[in-house]
């Protein structure tokens, strides 16, 4: 018999609301909140988010490419994490998100030269971006196009630098075989590529809706 212990699904899961309530959303993010959930889109939650600044004032980031700006939560984390003379360039297809994701970096006290906000299909903009040439690189877009953003934002990084995906867990539908849809094989290829990369170290971390992060070596 084992002499560890065991935690409970109880206390597994207050360890869970615990690390979610740790760096708790201010009044600007709790706004942004209300304008994505107009939209619809569910951003990615506090934790992740905190993560995300971690990962961008950890690499001192002065340029960082945001594939997904919807309602601009995602945006201000990384901004609050880079170098105060930084530059976010945040892509969507959506014209309404670079509207609601404005306001919510100009709440925070962001000029509109610390932002560049590109719209259009990322597959489409993302080859125009100069390689090698930024410190971060986060998706948070179509989960279908994983597997291409993947290809192409390796490229975009210096070494040292880093790429993140949101939602790589897929609400536990990556974990389940019997899931073959197009979107979860997506999530698993992405996956897969990563951590077979000899180019990366790659790191699954267990926040939000789950964050593969991977640092160019």
Do not use: Q, W
Not at 174 to 179: E, G, H, K, Q
């Amino acid at each position: 018999m084992s002499s560890g212990t065991h935690a409970t699904p109880s206390a597994d899961l207050g360890d869970a609301e615990f690390v979610e309530g740790y760096l708790p959303d201010d009044e600007v993010l709790v706004a942004a909140r209300g304008r994505a959930a107009e939209f619809g889109c569910t951003p990615l939650s506090a934790a992740a988010g905190a993560a995300l600044r971690f990962l961008a004032a950890t690499v001192r980031a002065r340029a960082v490419v945001e594939i997904g700006t919807g309602a601009g939560i995602s945006g201000l984390h990384l901004l609050r994490g880079m170098a105060a003379d930084g530059v976010l360039t945040s892509i969507d297809i959506e014209p309404e998100y670079h509207r609601a994701a404005r306001k919510t970096f100009l709440e925070a006290g962001y000029p509109p030269g610390r932002t560049r906000l590109i719209m259009g299909r990322a597959l489409d903009v993302l080859p125009r971006l100069t390689h090698g040439g930024y410190d971060l690189v986060f998706v948070d877009a179509a989960r279908i196009e994983y597997p291409s953003c993947y290809e192409k934002g390796v490229a975009l990084l210096r070494p040292g630098g880093v790429l993140a995906f949101h939602n790589v867990l897929g609400g536990s539908r990556v974990a389940d075989p019997s899931r073959r849809d197009p979107e979860t094989l997506a999530l698993r290829e992405v996956a897969r590529a990563i951590r077979e990369d000899e180019r990366l170290v790659p790191a699954m971390l267990p926040v939000g809706a789950g964050l593969l992060v991977a640092a160019v070596a």
